[in-house]
């Protein structure tokens, strides 16, 4: 988990960490007038019982008006602090010739989402690839047009449609990558379907003329959207990751393509409660994570979601050891930025053994009940006046004595979604933060360049400030 730090409180803030948990029941926005609970299953946590959690973290996102509750952290031991020296590799520049110069040019890209309404539409296509073009753009990661209803069956992409659309982009000079992903998909029983989306661009770039084709394959996975990630499946789950993402890539090698993926700015920083880097297993060898992972593929975009390019929690510093990393290590690295809109956040923080017995004295911090029936758990942000009457009312509800545990939070932070997102910042303030980036690691051989997510999210950023003059 990387330590981000907004004024003197410091968080952990995962990226699109929101779908965490598996049902989540809303409430309005203000925490003392509605308590916000959600389910778990203990065994997606791995835990046996809900005694062995002794430190957690829940995230309240508030949109429109309403809120959720997420997990996001449930461990079962508090570890002792070991002496760790994180190291940082720094990016460098380098001396190189005119054809290296050439290759290693800064690029601008997007993510586009809304490929079936494009394909759909002719004249929101033409406004689109325009747009993209006017605005320097190079590279478009494009989502499979896969129904939903087909992605368990045979399905062809191949369309004129979408020929037209990737020849549109070509005669721009935008190359076109084909976008998937799941998070689900690094569970072992759903690596086929990964696999799908390489046989399905292979199979369409082999009937499709040279300007309509695919230039490559990227993939937004996340495993920290799998529900307990934050838990102790979390080594288990990253090396399936990584052997999901060596074997896409030597497939896509043998069909001459290259790969890209997404991955959170945090993964390689030291985790806030053991100050250890994330470090699995491959081949053998003990490595961090993202050691693993840069040779694998091609290019990694790193999703720097803030608003600010200088500071500590600034875009400049959490992508610093990637690219240092990656030059290290022959990898691509685009910066990305974040357009769309997000909902304001809020963190709470427990930790040490769980109670049973209601306190003597409830003070004036939050607390977290959770109650526990089979394999599965309710966990109920509670303010501190709301804890004995919560518990009283749950047993006059089931006519018997609860079977409760609870912790008193430690510290929460409040997370606007203006220090995450462009979106209500506007324009001008996007393009100064990515001009400061584009000066600090211009000259690094590693810089891919910066994308943007996503294109519709940015191009809305783009007419306001239009529409404002």
Not at 3 to 10: C, D, N
Not at 83 to 96: A, G, I, L, M, P
Request: glycine share 8%.
């Amino acid at each position: 988990m990387k330590l981000v730090y907004i004024g003197a409180a410091m968080m952990n803030v995962p990226a699109r960490a929101l779908y965490l948990s598996l049902q989540v029941l809303f409430a309005p926005c203000c925490l003392e007038a509605q308590l916000l609970s959600t389910k778990i299953r203990l065994s997606d946590w791995g835990l046996k019982s809900l005694s062995e959690v002794q430190f957690g973290q829940l995230n309240v996102s508030t949109e429109k008006g309403r809120s959720r509750l997420i997990v996001q952290s449930l461990k079962t031991e508090i570890p002792v602090r070991r002496n760790y020296v994180f190291r940082v590799d720094t990016c460098t520049s380098q001396e190189n010739n005119e054809e290296e110069e050439g290759n290693r040019a800064v690029q601008k890209a997007t993510w586009i989402w809304n490929t079936t309404q494009l394909l759909a539409d002719t004249s929101e296509r033409a406004r689109m690839v325009e747009f993209l073009a006017a605005e320097g753009f190079d590279r478009v990661f494009l989502q499979l047009p896969i129904p939903k209803e087909t992605r368990g069956g045979t399905f062809s992409i191949d369309s004129p449609s979408l020929r037209a659309l990737i020849a549109a982009f070509s005669s721009r000079g935008i190359s076109v990558d084909a976008l998937d992903g799941d998070p689900h998909w690094v569970l072992p029983q759903n690596h086929s379907h990964a696999a799908r989306a390489i046989e399905l661009v292979k199979r369409y770039n082999g009937n499709a003329r040279c300007a309509e084709r695919f230039s490559g394959l990227h993939f937004d996975i996340e495993p920290h959207l799998v529900p307990g990630f934050g838990g102790t499946r979390r080594p288990w789950i990253l090396e399936q990751f990584l052997l999901l993402i060596k074997n896409l890539s030597q497939q896509a090698l043998a069909e001459g393509l290259s790969i890209g993926i997404d991955v959170p700015c945090w993964l390689d920083a030291p985790d806030e409660f053991t100050g250890e880097i994330d470090s699995v297993t491959l081949d053998g060898l003990r490595r961090p994570v993202l050691e693993h992972l840069l040779p694998l593929v091609r290019e990694v975009c790193v999703m720097s979601y803030r608003t600010n390019a200088t500071g500590q929690n600034g875009i400049l510093e959490i992508v610093r050891g990637e690219m240092g990393l990656a030059q290290r290590l022959g990898c691509k690295v685009f910066v990305s930025v974040e357009t769309g809109e997000l909902a304001d956040e809020r963190i709470f923080w427990f930790r040490g053994r769980s109670h049973r017995e209601l306190p003597q004295e409830t003070g004036d911090s939050h607390f977290v009940v959770a109650l526990a029936e089979r394999d599965s758990a309710e966990l109920v942000l509670v303010p501190p006046w709301e804890l004995g009457r919560h518990i009283h009312a749950l047993e006059r509800q089931r006519g018997e004595k609860v079977d409760f545990v609870w912790w008193r939070v430690g510290h929460s932070v409040d997370i606007p979604s203006k220090h995450q997102t462009f979106a209500p910042l506007g324009s001008s303030i996007l393009s100064e933060s990515v001009d400061r980036v584009l000066q600090e690691f211009g000259e690094c051989s590693a810089f891919a360049g910066i994308a943007f997510h996503h294109a519709a999210s940015y191009q809305a950023v783009v007419r306001g400030r239009l529409q404002q003059r």
